[in-house]
């Protein structure tokens, strides 16, 4: 089945630096890639997705690059705030039957904990 | 409009005891899936149902877990005779026909077991 490998675990930065997380996945047919952020007692929130047929979307200060051919993807995210400050995780699915064809199960890696220091 | 809705927040069980959390989906959502978020673990999943009807149970335990999504109010998992490794976050999310692409998460229900 799927896995999904994110890194890094941590990362802290600056305040109006930049902050990039990687994630890599294993299955081929793996079509949809969202970011969600977590804030401390909080459900993940949704803040970017990208589709297999596009190599990069952005959105104001964040954005996510795929290479389909390498199986990564990041998340970019330039002139950060201390309200960036919350754990970030990476998710991947493809299409399944079982779904009707829709997206089937959403495999998350296991997070990066962010600290924006002002 | 409302986001997706969980109940309660927080819940203290004794071991033994049954657990039931309750996800309201977000509205003119009828997709709903819930996972299992462990401290500093990634959110696993645990099932997907569509209106009365389950459509994925692949990632629940086959033992004291259950899950249902009635026509009428809100989708259900039900842990039986809970242990503490059931002490976790339990969250759900919900999707519409037309984006199931997208999850839309709640707040989750944070389980402890004593």
Redesign the interface.
Known sequence: GEN?E?HPSTLSVQEGDSAVIKCTYSDSASN?F?W?KQEL??????II?IRSNVGEKKDQRIAVTLNKTAKHFSLHITETQPEDSAVY?CAA?KSDM??GG??????????TKLSVKP | NAG?M?NPRHLVRRRGQEARLRCSPMKGHSHV?WYRQLP??????MV?LQKENI??E??MPKERFSAEFPKEGPSILRIQQVVRGDSAAY?CASSSDRG?????????TRLTVT
């Open positions: 999904v994110q949809y969202p969600y007692g909080k459900g993940p929130q949704l997705d995780f699915s079982n779904y829709s997206q089937g199960n959403l495999i998350f890696g296991k997070g | 997706v969980q899936y500093e673990e990634g959110l696993k999943f997907y459509i994925d692949s990632g969250f199931r692409k997208v999850r839309y998460f709640g707040p989750g």
